[in-house]
């Protein structure tokens, strides 16, 4: 399998070397050359299988070449071996042909361990094979950031550096973050938004001159083995409710659009995916587009669902690379005049195309506490805020009652007291047994300006576990 960038000018890699990668040198996003298919009677022979068992025949066209089966096989069985429900992602019925798919039953309650579990893992395995020790930096909005830190934080070759916007992630998102120690472990808030933690990132690894010759990799969604690990779990839904046989819907609480296009990729590889809802909060770049074929940069605003607060959805890109028969070019170009203009359209039967499959919607703060309240009083069920929103998107943008509904479920509710609380729902939240102490534990944080060349010189100085790089 060799992976391409959606900008066209970077060289062709493998698996191995995609995983170190992260983000192309010409800036753009790793995707697959040739996206494996797999026929229906293949898929409808995965029914039963453990869910490592089909992240193995799901994940393996990917790796191929580069991880041989046996080690990819144990690997999966480690990654899925740490979640707390033997179904990994138990789904719960919300009305007749409605579904919620619970992805928080991972070490930090939220969809990212799916993915993040199996990176650091991968980057273990792949460092040690070449004697190489690397160097982790990436931006959260909430919940990447536990879930990148518990991943990587036994990962004997990665120092890993980790950007949270100051005062703009819940307490437990940013206690699940700073509570763990360890000499390769640092967390920096920015006094920023996600953006500019997110736009930090991407500068770094244009210029990595600061990290005097070691290698920056990325956790965020840009890196392929993300998005590769999230295609797993619409399988195993459609496989629950009666699939390949009968099409699913999925909607999708996204902000930087990586768990919605695997849900995109899935379709692609021959699963029945009737239609894919993008559900958003007020910061909706992406329903702006899917809605009116305007992707344009507005001012970000904080809000409920912080895990969500994000204006520039970085995966994206790998869509529109698709959708303009992957002209590398083409893509070039539209993120130029994005980056020069805030903003851009495309052409109406690009657009079009997306609507094929595509639906969105924005929910402010006020209807996703409506929402809490109205499933928490129909069926005893709490959900988190964005989990809420996929449902208000759902009920909404639904095109056949027919078709079972999804709505991934990407955090719980503990996670995020203010919500709940704002619903008026009058239940107690407790953390599971793993977490009890969070809020007595310490915390190890620095609060840097919005500065690149700060950070930078943060990262150059407290690399290779606290010894200056």
């Not at 089966?69 to 429900?85: Q, R």
């Not at 996204?254 to 910061?283: C, E, H, K, S, W």
């Not at 609380?421 to 793993?434: F, M, T, Y």
């Not at 310490?442 to 060349?453: I, Q």
């Amino acid at each position: 399998m060799r992976y391409i960038s959606t900008r066209g000018q970077a060289p062709a890699l493998n698996f191995e070397d995609v995983l170190l990668a992260g983000l192309a040198t010409d800036g753009g996003l790793y995707v697959p050359e040739n996206l494996p298919r797999f026929t229906q009677e293949e898929i409808a022979s995965w029914a039963g299988l453990s869910y490592h068992e089909l992240a193995f025949r799901v994940m393996r066209p990917f790796v191929t070449g580069s991880i041989p089966d046996a080690d990819f096989k144990k690997i999966l069985e480690e990654t899925y071996g740490v979640f707390s429900h033997n179904a990994i992602a138990p789904l719960r019925q919300l009305n007749g042909n409605e579904w919620v798919m619970e992805l928080f039953h991972g070490p930090t309650l939220a969809f990212k361990d799916f993915a993040l579990q199996l990176l650091g893992r991968l980057l273990d395995y792949v460092l040690q094979k070449r004697g190489e020790r690397v160097v982790i930096v990436g931006a959260t909005s909430g919940d990447t950031g536990s879930a990148a830190i518990e991943g990587c934080k036994h990962c004997e070759n990665v120092d890993i550096f980790i950007l949270h916007p100051h005062n703009r992630v819940s307490e437990v998102q940013r206690r699940q973050m700073t509570t763990i120690f360890g000499d390769n472990i640092h967390n920096i808030a920015i006094e920023g938004n996600f953006d500019d933690c997110q736009e930090m990132v991407k500068a770094s690894f244009a210029d990595q001159g600061f990290l005097k010759g070691t290698r920056l990799v990325a956790v965020n969604s840009i890196n392929w083995a993300r998005i590769m690990a999230q295609i797993v779990y619409y399988f195993h839904a459609a496989l629950q409710l009666g699939g390949p046989a009968r099409s699913v819907s999925f909607s999708v609480p996204t902000g930087n659009f990586g768990d919605i296009f695997a849900g995109y990729l899935a379709r692609n590889m021959g699963l029945p995916i009737n239609q894919l809802i993008v559900a958003t909060n007020r910061n909706d770049i992406l329903h702006r587009f899917m809605s009116g074929n305007q992707y344009v940069k507005e001012t970000l605003h904080a809000t409920l669902s912080p895990s969500m607060d994000i204006m520039v959805s970085s995966n994206f890109e790998r869509l529109l690379f698709d959708l303009h028969g992957r002209n590398g070019a083409a893509i070039a170009g539209l993120m130029d005049s994005f980056k020069q203009g805030g903003g851009f359209s495309v052409e109406p039967e690009r657009w079009t195309e997306a609507r094929k499959l595509f639906d969105s919607l924005a929910v402010d703060d006020a209807q996703t506490c409506e929402t809490i309240a109205e499933v928490f009083a129909q069926t005893g069920e709490l959900l988190d805020p964005h989990t809420a929103i996929g449902v208000k998107a759902a009920r909404e943008c639904r095109r056949s009652l027919d078709i079972p509904m999804v709505i991934l479920g990407t955090a719980h509710p503990v996670k995020f007291p203010d919500a709940v609380e704002q619903a008026g729902v009058g239940k107690a939240l407790e953390l599971p047994a793993h977490l009890s102490d969070l809020f007595e534990r310490d915390e190890r944080c620095t609060v840097l300006p919005n500065d690149l060349k700060a950070v930078q010189a943060f990262v150059s100085q407290h690399g290779n576990r606290g010894k200056p790089l």
